[in-house]
């Protein structure tokens, strides 16, 4: 075992909304280990945004080596052995980070929260796939000895966000999400519709989206001058701040709607047969889940009647 404070690894790796959903474990993993010294694993696009959140000590990226890429495994392998952790909380959770526990072998591994074989405090619940992130992750811990474990919280980040001069009120929209399911949007007709009504009530849409989410909102600001597109513009942190001043939010089931709905900005979440909310709902003070089987079946009046602005 290591000598001096406890060391502690924690494992989460993406995707963008389970991130802002372990937000509370992390938390939670700080207040249990006070005076540890606590390592976070992640991916790229996430280091520097939880670097400033106060829980870890150190942020490390994974590279995620392809599975033949031995070279980056046996690398993977040697710096986790380096940093002689006494504790690892894999909240990941996936085959590659229970393959990281298995690959420490030959010699000492840490103790270990997780569903890996042979994990020392293992997530022994059967049915932890049909749980929310959110509540999976907290019976996890609660399995590994931490029993309090708040909600999600992004209040630390802080983000000034003027020179986007925006004027209030503004509504968020987020038309795009993953390019290989399509079949989770909304059609971006019904976003512009929706666009140009909240501009007609002197309301500017303002559109979030990353650079592969260009053709949604750039077709919803096409068709709708007064709106705003800030694609591609944003860091997380900066949407944090804008929906903390946003008079609500509508976007389909993706990542930025997870930040979005934790501030506590009135929250519309759109989905369709394609995911379910009873497993990955964003979840904040004033979330409205639409669902529908197809989203091409959900009005742009149902939606408008859920943002509450009149």
Not at 55 to 67: L, M, S, T
Request: hydrophobic letters at 40%; proline letters at 6%.
């Amino acid at each position: 075992m290591s000598t001096g404070p406890q060391r502690i690894l924690v494992i989460k790796l993406g995707a963008l909304g389970d991130v802002v959903q372990a937000t509370g474990p992390f938390a939670a993993i700080r207040a249990h280990h006070k005076d540890a010294h606590i390592t976070l694993l992640t991916g790229t696009a996430y280091g520097p945004f939880l670097e400033s959140s106060g829980w870890f000590d150190e942020v490390w990226i994974d590279e995620r080596p392809g599975w033949k890429n031995w070279r980056g495994w046996f690398c993977m392998r040697h710096k986790i052995k380096r940093g002689r952790f006494d504790r690892v909380y894999d909240l990941q959770t996936s085959d590659r980070s229970s393959g990281y526990y298995h690959m420490l072998l030959p010699g000492r591994r840490p103790e270990w929260s997780g569903i890996a074989r042979f994990a020392s405090h293992p997530h022994a619940n059967k049915n932890r796939d049909d749980m929310h992130t959110i509540d999976r992750q907290a019976e996890q811990l609660n399995m590994a000895g931490i029993e309090d474990v708040p909600a999600p919280s992004l209040d630390w980040a802080i983000a000034d966000v003027s020179r986007f001069e925006l004027k209030d009120p503004y509504v968020l929209l987020v038309p795009g999400g993953s390019a290989h399911r399509p079949d989770k949007r909304w059609p971006v007709g019904s976003f512009t519709e929706l666009a140009r009504r909240l501009a007609a009530k002197g309301v500017t849409p303002v559109l979030i989206g990353a650079g592969a989410d260009a053709h949604a909102t750039g077709t919803v600001d096409s068709f709708c001058p007064e709106a705003r597109d800030l694609t591609a513009e944003t860091s997380f942190a900066e949407i944090v701040a804008l929906a903390r001043g946003a008079a609500g939010a509508v976007g389909n089931d993706t990542g930025p709607m997870h930040i979005i709905a934790t501030t506590g900005c009135p929250t519309v979440a759109l989905y369709s047969f394609a995911s379910d909310p009873a497993l990955c709902a964003q979840k904040g003070p004033d979330v409205t889940i639409l669902r529908r089987d197809l989203l091409t079946e959900l009005s742009v009046d149902e939606v408008e009647a859920a943002l509450k602005l009149d």
